[in-house]
T-cell receptor, first 115, second 111 residues
């Protein structure tokens, strides 16, 4: 049990659908992250939030829209996705964003399939 | 820029064999280094870490030593078990606090 939960665990959506991924951390951390894990590619950082403020957006397409209403919850809103967006989306949290020794704790991920 | 290169899998071993998964990095300075493991159908779990040169991280029989002279952080285990079958990721902590991962190495251990 890592203290980071994600729902749903699996999601199938059409290209015209709108859906949201949810992440919740029970660790009292101040920083949260979205990563994308595609087949045969390294894990890619998508978004970083620190104290509910977005501090990094790695040139992610606007069809992905993050939301962090408080330090325990993180959402990823999805709309008009493409089949190449099918991947495992991982949420992580850490005590703080900076600091070389900070460990990030990951959730189990949401397996997304876009048809 | 920062990057991580690790053994390209898959790696298949028999139970009780010795495991080495190589990891080398390119970075400015001396970043913290991590090994994460991903079991089938699950997210990433921290396996071990080292925050400065010559540190040795260890957990569950796995070890890795931070070698600044060779910019390496190779993962080793003396005797693998079937339950060690998973994907292993080497990562470094970037200057912005984000993790930069290698591509992952899939390990399969046969009885």
């Amino acid at each position: 049990e890592t203290g980071v939960t994600q729902t749903p665990r699996h999601l199938v959506m059409g290209m015209t659908n709108k859906k949201s991924l949810k992440c919740e951390q029970h660790l009292g951390h101040n920083a949260m992250y979205w990563y994308k894990q595609s087949a045969k590619k390294p894990l890619e950082l998508m978004f970083v939030y620190s104290l509910e403020e977005r501090v990094e957006n790695n040139s992610v397409p606007s069809r992905f829209s993050p939301e962090c209403p408080n330090s325990s919850h993180l959402f990823l809103h999805l709309h008009t996705l493409q089949p190449e967006d099918s991947a495992l989306y991982l949420c992580a949290s850490s005590r703080d964003r900076g600091g070389g020794q900070e460990t990030q704790y990951f959730g189990p991920g949401t397996r997304l399939l876009v048809l | 820029g920062n990057s991580v290169t690790q053994t390209e899998g898959p790696v298949t071993l028999s139970e009780e064999a010795f495991l080495t998964i190589n990891c080398t990095y390119t970075a400015t300075g001396y970043p913290s280094l991590f090994w994460y493991v991903q079991y089938p159908g699950e997210g990433l779990q921290l396996l071990l870490k080292a925050t400065k040169a010559d540190d040795k991280g260890s957990n569950k029989g796995f070890e890795a030593t931070y070698r600044k002279e060779t910019t390496s952080f190779h993962l080793e285990k003396g005797s693998v078990q079937v339950s060690d079958s998973a994907v292993y990721f080497c990562a470094l902590k970037g200057s912005q606090g984000n993790l930069i991962f290698g591509k992952g190495t899939k390990l399969s251990v046969k009885p």
